[in-house]
């Protein structure tokens, strides 16, 4: 796994701290990283926000605003120029698998194609049994309230999640712009897995998993390995899970770390343990 974090934050993700691109980008370069991709969360299409029927804080404070975008192009762009000795940095976004706003996303990525190295392609926000867009990561009662079946029926939850970055995938195929695609925190479900006590992966489960893997092999896209679930409470491990990343190994899946960091701190974090999972022998 090469020695670079390929899902990064800013200042303009508005859920993590205040502190300058710059600093991370120091932080990155003393961690001994020599690749840095800057995703911050593109803007939410408009139609999107105001149909938005959960938390108030999460419609307004998931993304970057679009007002925001000139200067956060800018910003990499100034940043770029200034780390250039030190450290290669690739400009990016991560972008918002939204159904039914397929048409908005990509008219958001053909407008910046030509500014765009690569992507973070994520799902954060899928269909309920009502056909509302509702956040899954934003809070356990927020899951609950719009997915009650996480209780009674969680396989149905991962089923309905699986399905959902299926169709990302099958969106992602029809871009027209050779821009580099990364699948986002595959396992990102699993998030509340401690709260819930949540199951494993049943078998129609990892079925599912296991052909979004050989759709990425075929269509060349990469796996974002996010060490962001070892700091979160509830979760205890990276996403994807140390099994699915082993598997996306044996398909020739290129791998890239990403911290997923929204404070300095963060970036860098659990990078080893990450690099040790990739380094066991495939057939453990």
Not at 181 to 191: D, Q, S
Not at 222 to 246: C, H, M, Q, V, W
Not at 265 to 281: F, K, M, S, T
Request: aromatic share 10%; hydrophobic share 40%.
């Amino acid at each position: 796994m090469p020695k670079k974090d390929g899902h990064t934050h800013t200042q303009f993700s508005h859920h993590g701290t205040t502190e300058p691109l710059s600093a991370y980008l120091s932080h990155a370069v003393s961690q001994g990283f020599s690749d840095y991709t800057v995703t911050e969360h593109a803007p939410l299409p408009g139609a999107f926000l105001t149909q938005f029927t959960g938390p108030v804080d999460a419609r307004d404070h998931s993304a970057m605003h679009e007002d925001e975008l000139a200067r956060y192009c800018q910003l990499v762009d100034q940043l770029q120029a200034e780390f250039q000795s030190q450290l290669t940095i690739h400009r990016g976004f991560e972008v918002d698998f939204l159904v039914g706003f397929e048409q908005d996303t990509r008219q958001f990525l053909d407008k910046m194609a030509d500014w765009t190295d690569e992507i973070v392609l994520s799902i954060h926000f899928m269909p309920n049994k009502a056909g509302q867009l509702a956040p899954i990561d934003y809070t356990p009662a927020v899951l609950a309230a719009a997915f009650p079946e996480i209780v009674t029926a969680p396989q149905a939850v991962f089923a309905r999640y699986f399905d959902t970055v299926q169709q990302s995938l099958d969106f992602a195929k029809t871009l027209s712009h050779p821009t580099k695609i990364r699948i986002g925190h595959l396992t990102l479900i699993r998030k509340y897995q401690k709260y819930f006590e949540l199951p494993a992966f049943n078998h129609e489960n990892l079925l599912k998993i296991t052909t979004i893997l050989n759709d990425m092999k075929s269509a060349g896209y990469e796996l974002d390995f996010n060490s962001a679930g070892l700091r979160k409470p509830f979760n205890g491990e990276p996403y994807p899970t140390a099994a699915i990343a082993r598997q996306a190994v044996q398909l020739g899946i290129p791998l890239v770390y990403g911290s997923d960091a929204h404070q300095v701190a963060d970036q860098g974090q659990d990078y080893d343990i990450l690099e040790n999972i990739l380094n066991q022998p495939l057939d453990n």
